[in-house]
């Protein structure tokens, strides 16, 4: 056989195995440092895959996707980014948990959709103040324009990102400001609702299990500050809370304040309440309400977590606080105390 026989029959070769026949699934591996845990899971809409990683914090897996170019999400423990795959991709992932959101980084085909939504995150972080909603009407206004002028430059100097992609998010970034005004508007609507409760006397819970026994009331702890969540075990924004009230309990233990969470459960959950608390070593002053909503209803909650803040005379001083997570949470409660 000849030099050019054999060149020929290798040619042939080659374009048979990489014929353009579209890819009906996804190649998506990488690597995280300092790791939450042993898996990682991606999560889209009716899709769930869960990825097994080894000792090294590497992972590999094939994706079998059932549409063509969709929005997933990628986490690792509680920690998580956004993804845009698509069939056809060949994505490799790179990040340390200990900078999670900074240190995002993908390569490979298909990667440059997946570093605009990384790299948009990031701006959402920056432009998105705690204070925004805060802010003066006209003020609102303006910055929200400014806002949404930002994002869409940084969609036109993005290249390479997916042509499907792009038209979505030009259109999300296109009704950003309508959807933040009417954000803006509700959050102001329910402050004006709740402000009316500001100064006057609290509604009052009385004997209310407690979970390390007998029950406890809202008289109890008069001549403290009280910090209320109202909770369910099935909820879950409230269950997402845990952690952040346990981190604050931990660091105004000995202050002059009690973290008092309210399970507003049915009866029959009652033992999951129990069982939740244990599991989840749950702090502060642990009460059951039981039948009786009647605390629920005189601070006219129809949402959880809702979150309350009572002075040492028993006045509301914010009968709809910020929670747990919110960072000015830990600052508000530092400054009541240090008065």
């Not at 590999?60 to 170019?69: I, M, Q």
């Not at 390479?160 to 979505?168: H, R």
């Not at 970034?173 to 005004?181: N, P, R, V, Y």
């Amino acid at each position: 056989m000849t030099k050019y026989s054999l060149l020929f029959i290798l040619a042939i070769a080659f374009i048979s195995c990489n014929d353009g026949t579209p890819k009906d699934y996804v190649k998506f591996s990488g690597k995280i440092t300092n790791s939450h845990g042993n898996e990682v899971s991606i999560r889209g809409e009716d899709y769930t895959k869960k990825i097994k990683m080894n000792d090294d914090g590497t992972f590999s897996d094939t994706l079998l996707l059932k549409s063509e170019g969709a929005f997933f999400t990628f986490s690792d423990g509680n920690e998580q980014t956004q993804l845009y795959l698509k069939n056809g991709d060949n994505i490799k992932l790179t990040l340390d948990t200990k900078e999670f959101d900074e240190t995002v980084i993908f390569k490979g085909k298909g990667a440059e959709s997946n570093n605009y939504l990384a790299q948009k995150m990031l701006l959402q972080e920056e432009l998105f103040t705690d204070d925004l909603f805060d802010l003066d009407e006209k003020v609102f206004d303006e910055k929200t324009t400014s806002i949404k002028n930002k994002f869409l430059d940084f969609l036109a100097k993005s290249k390479g990102i997916d042509s499907i992609l792009a038209v979505k998010e030009k259109e999300e970034i296109g009704a950003l400001d309508k959807m933040l005004k009417g954000q803006y508007e509700r959050i102001n609507e329910r402050k004006m609702k709740f402000a009316a409760f500001k100064g006057k006397k609290s509604p009052a819970f009385t004997d209310y299990e407690n979970d390390k026994g007998g029950t406890t009331s809202l008289k109890d702890l008069k001549g403290k500050f009280v910090y209320i969540d109202v909770w369910a075990t099935w909820c879950g924004p409230c269950k997402a809370e845990i952690p952040h009230l346990k981190t604050l309990e931990k660091e105004f233990h000995g202050k002059n304040i009690e973290f008092v969470s309210i399970s507003v459960d049915k009866e029959n959950k009652h033992e999951a309440w129990k069982k939740m608390i244990v599991d989840k070593e749950m702090g502060g002053i642990q009460l059951f309400a039981g039948k009786d909503n009647s605390f629920s209803k005189e601070f006219e909650i129809n949402s959880i977590p809702r979150f309350i803040l009572i002075d040492p005379n028993g006045n509301v001083i914010d009968a709809d606080a910020s929670r747990p997570s919110d960072s000015i949470t830990k600052e508000m409660l530092t400054n009541l105390l240090n008065n």
